[in-house]
């Protein structure tokens, strides 16, 4: 088997007439050293079947198939679609029987969409544009997914691995922590990429837990979250006012939660939040 080099990436996307576009987020990995970290880190094994979300021209998806089960590969553009499985046929014909290719939009899959055996990993390049719903719809939509790593912009990563207290701690920290353990799992440099974007990406490991233990459901969390962070300088008393029809009602259910009124929505933990959602009256 052999990896796509820089020359080949660029010489194959010429072929197909490809120009990666802003729109669809498309900027390719052409580095092998960093696909294979990539595999690495996610600490596959061999049983697993792993969902590549944007697999573009196959980087990343050469260095998974020798190592899993097999590779179901959702790819919303369909000249890419097309494409793969020859490629894979071409660079590691020994595995092309691993690979599944879905044309379809990642952020509407469904369990339906994909063969039956689902997928246990979620290992993926994402577009900048869409990394956190992509993230979040999978998790929501696919229970057997129980590890992910994804290399997402810098920023976002630390978003998504933020804890209680600190600046950047928010909507996609608490609603990734309702589903996983999420953690940085190292950096990654822009000339890895074709073309070079103007950010730094950084990857992402999350291991699917358990949510917490509340009689809310998880929307009736997530409105709390999205009520909390749409007036983030204001006191949770305030910013849940118009989620529990009045001030009072909000201070109400905080106090029987056990959360001070006065504090804000970035010193919570997911628990406070789904304690909350259970005492709204």
Do not use: C
């Not at 993926?124 to 992509?134: C, F, I, R």
């Not at 696919?142 to 590890?147: F, I, K, M, N, Q």
């Not at 749409?230 to 905080?254: C, F, M, V, Y």
């Amino acid at each position: 088997m052999s990896l796509l080099g820089p020359v080949e990436i660029r010489e194959l996307a010429d072929r197909l007439d490809i120009r990666p576009t802003k729109k669809l987020g498309q900027n390719f990995v052409i580095d092998g050293g960093t696909v294979r970290r990539i595999v690495r880190v996610a600490e596959l094994r061999p049983d697993d079947v792993v969902i590549e979300v944007g697999p573009g021209l196959g980087s990343l998806t050469l260095a998974l198939l020798p190592e899993v089960r097999g590779v179901v590969a959702v790819e919303i553009d369909p000249v890419l679609a097309a494409r793969l499985p020859l490629t894979v046929a071409e660079h590691a014909p020994e595995f092309a029987d691993r690979l599944t290719v879905v044309l379809a939009d990642a952020m509407r899959v469904l369990p339906g969409d994909l063969p039956q055996e689902q997928p246990t990993a979620l290992v993926a390049n994402l577009p900048y544009n869409v990394s956190v719903p992509v993230v979040l719809h999978l998790l929501e939509t696919l229970p057997s997914l129980r590890r992910i790593l994804v290399m997402v912009q810098s920023e976002v990563a630390d978003r998504l691995a933020a804890t209680p207290g600190s600046k950047i701690y928010g909507i996609p920290s608490l609603k990734a922590a309702w589903y996983a353990d999420v953690r940085r799992a190292g950096p990654v440099g822009r000339t890895v990429f074709w073309p070079v974007p103007n950010v730094d990406s950084g990857l992402v490991a999350m291991t699917r837990r358990e949510p917490p233990v509340t009689g809310a459901s998880r929307k009736e969390v997530f409105a709390v979250i999205d009520a909390a962070f749409a007036q983030r300088r204001k006191t949770l008393r305030a910013a849940l006012a118009s989620w529990a029809g009045t001030a009072a009602a909000a201070e109400q259910a905080l106090r029987a939660a056990g959360i001070d009124p006065t504090q804000r929505g970035e010193q919570l933990s997911i628990e406070d939040f789904a304690r909350i959602a259970e005492k709204r009256i």
